[in-house]
């Protein structure tokens, strides 16, 4: 009994947000000069934080998070964010439950894969090469050739 109290609450507070915001939308949309600005800032924001999402996928952490962040931004001012932000979540659940099915040998190898991608990110950005000279190893076969 106590969940069904507490998941009204729950949804009267989202409610609450959401008619919160539909107000300031419909202000800010009364006024094409703030509408445009407003449009364009959640449109850089949304962008940097995806364009952060899609930098940090490789990594491990929150990638796919930051990703679907930069989308949910996106999404609340551009309807082709929000297909995409579904699109990339049914997406990723499907690769999920495949990955969640295989036998612990399969999902060794796709943490090794990710390791692997991990290493190459650090060594092309030349971070093993930046700690060395942080300890006094001048070991050049650390350095990115790309550095």
């Known amino acids: 009994m106590e969940q069904v ?9 989202r409610e609450r947000i959401q008619d919160r915001y539909t107000h300031f939308r419909e ?4 006024r094409p000069a703030v509408d445009l600005a407003y449009r364009v800032a959640v449109g850089v924001v ?3 934080v995806l364009v952060l999402g899609i930098i940090a996928i490789p990594w491990p952490g929150p990638g796919w998070l930051i990703v679907f962040a930069g989308l949910a931004i996106l999404g609340t001012e551009f309807v082709w964010a929000r297909r995409v932000g579904q ?4 997406r990723y659940d499907a690769w ?3 990955l969640r099915g295989r036998p612990a040998g399969v ?14 990110t ?3 950005i030349d971070a ?14 650390v350095r990115s050739p790309l550095a």
């Not at 109290?5 to 507070?13: I, K, N, P, V």
């Not at 093993?128 to 076969?141: E, I, R, S, Y």
């Open 122 to 124: 650090l060594w092309s």
């Open 107 to 120: 999902r060794l190898l796709v943490m090794a894969g990710t390791l692997v991608v991990i290493l190459l």
């Open 27 to 30: 202000r800010v949309r009364s």
């Open 5 to 13: 109290g507490s998941a009204h609450w729950y949804t009267r507070l």
């Open 46 to 48: 949304g962008t940097a």
């Open 87 to 90: 699109f990339l979540r049914r």
């Open 96 to 98: 999920t439950r495949w």
């Open 128 to 141: 093993f090469g930046m700690v060395a000279g942080w300890v006094g190893l001048q070991w050049d076969w």
